[in-house]
């Protein structure tokens, strides 16, 4: 597979052969400097073998690496998985936004009903909960995420949660349901995630071969951010 990811100083650049019948069209333009300050993307090089078919070069402005590498594994699923761009760009309009800036994460009353009415009447589950140690609002924010899975009897493990940062969930950003393996997760896994998910709580699921077969464990990690770490 070709490398779709390089970083030089200024911007971050993404390399891969693409067919152009299964991706946007999109400018061949070099980026300009308002661009850039702005945080975009264009396409900054082509390359083309055949018709339809050839190297594209995209650079990226206002990314951390890890964010960019993320993007990238997006672009990837989409070639893939032949996905219809316009049908992705369709489905961005329902993704959650990046929490903003100096604004603590927090649950408000209407998720907290959404996460109640999604477990409501299912088997009550129990799970872990660790927040980041340096984190600002990650205890709190933990703490808002309990209170409805208390609600509708849940069981939190140690009636707490626990502050740390494990190395392998440190680099994980925002929010992450943990199993020992994603492809035979335990069922209160998989509502958990999907009731946060459904409060419109980005979850990912993240597989951490330490923990037991059927436990669970909700991490509460950095803010995600476009930029770089951020507390």
């Known amino acids: 597979m070709p490398r779709l990811f390089c970083l030089g100083a200024a911007m971050l650049m993404m390399r891969s052969a693409i067919v152009l019948g299964l991706f946007w069209a999109v400018s061949a333009s070099p980026a300009r400097a308002e661009d850039a300050a ?8 082509v ?3 055949s018709p339809d078919q050839g190297t594209v070069t995209i650079g990226c402005s206002g990314l951390s690496e890890a964010f960019g590498r993320q993007f990238a594994d997006i672009l990837t699923r989409i070639l893939k998985d032949r996905l219809d761009p316009q049908t992705v760009m369709v489905k961005l309009d329902e993704v959650d936004r990046v929490p903003q800036e100096g604004i603590a994460r927090t649950v408000d009353e209407s998720q907290r009903q959404l996460i109640i009415q999604s477990l409501f009447g299912k088997p009550p589950g129990q799970i872990a909960i660790t927040a980041h140690p340096i984190v600002e609002d990650s205890a709190e924010f933990a703490k808002a995420i309990a209170t409805p899975l208390l609600q509708v009897g849940w069981r939190i493990e140690g009636q707490q949660i626990r502050r740390a940062a494990p190395q392998s969930l440190e680099p ?3 929010l992450a349901v943990v199993v020992r393996d994603k492809g035979a997760a335990p069922r209160q896994a998989l509502e958990l995630r999907a009731a946060l998910n459904a409060a419109h709580i980005a979850t990912g699921l ?3 071969p330490s923990l037991a077969p059927d436990a669970t464990l909700l991490w509460i990690g950095r803010r995600p951010g476009f930029s ?3 507390k």
């Open 172 to 174: 994980v950003p925002g």
């Open 206 to 208: 993240v597989a951490d």
């Open 38 to 45: 702005a945080g975009a993307c264009s396409v900054t090089d």
């Open 228 to 230: 770089g770490p951020a």
């Open 47 to 49: 390359n083309m073998t």
